[in-house]
């Protein structure tokens, strides 16, 4: 429910593509700190592809590159933060931040928790699995997802849409399957680590537009980076 969602959130709101350009500029500056040449920095190379794909204009790729590579006088230096709590009806819900002034995020957080309930680190990450997740599609019609998986390293996989296949990997060999995955005749599309819920909650139409409305407000944020909820579907 979690992809769906923020897709679904990101289409709707009326400054979504603002919102999102922010956001892959700072995963792409993050990724540069390794390194700006995106053919040497797995990392990077996805964090560009992302948004390419998202039509993220091509100077403003650039200058994230250089912002994050310390290529410039204008170099930011973002600090991640991970919040945990329950969104309303007890839905368990992870937030990732990308923050250049944490002193800032955190009252920001607390106060867009106020209609639910923010806890402690652990309170709900342990209902959750930290995976990582590759989409990919054959490059030819010999390619076989079951195969690539065992040879590439990946723990799981599962279809996707439009053909593709999700790999899933151990959180620590996402880089690895990543860069082998092409050996075995799949073309990656994205790769990320992603929070999974292993208990999803179910809800009815009106608790769930309460439970949306909640999250669109989190990730509305300017330092938030990632929503994970809970949520069955």
């Known amino acids: ?36 040449d995106p053919k040497m920095n797995s990392k990077l190379y996805m964090a560009v592809e992302q948004a390419k794909k998202s039509s993220m204009p091509k100077d403003s790729i650039e200058r994230s590159i250089k912002k994050g590579a310390g290529l410039d006088t ?12 329950f969104a309303p009806h007890r839905v368990p819900v992870i937030v990732e ?20 309930h923010l806890g402690t680190e652990g309170s709900v990450s342990w209902d959750f699995d930290h995976l990582g997740v590759i989409e990919a599609t054959p490059e030819s019609p010999t390619a076989d997802p079951e195969v690539a998986a065992i040879e590439a390293g990946a723990r799981d996989l599962e279809p996707g849409e439009n053909g593709a296949t999700v790999f899933l990997t151990e959180h620590s ?35 769930l537009a309460e439970v949306e409305a909640f999250l669109e ?10 929503v994970y909820p809970g949520l069955a579907g």
């Not at 009326?14 to 540069?32: C, D, S, Y």
């Not at 170099?75 to 933060?81: A, D, E, F």
């Open 1 to 36: 429910m979690g992809a769906q969602w923020k897709a679904k959130v990101r289409e709707t709101a009326g400054n979504a593509k603002g919102r999102l350009f922010t956001k892959l500029a700072r995963e792409i500056m993050v990724a540069a700190r390794a390194g700006a």
């Open 97 to 116: 931040c990308l923050t250049d002034n944490p002193n800032r995020t955190a009252p920001n957080i607390r106060l867009l928790f106020r209609d639910g």
């Open 217 to 226: 407000a989190i990730d509305a944020d300017d330092d938030v980076q990632n």
């Open 74 to 85: 204008e170099g930011v230096h973002y600090t991640k933060l991970t919040y945990e709590g």
């Open 173 to 207: 060999d996402l880089d690895a399957v990543t860069k082998a995955l092409p050996a075995h005749g799949f073309k990656v599309l994205s790769s990320e680590l992603r929070y999974r819920p292993k208990n999803p909650v179910t809800l009815n139409d009106t608790q």
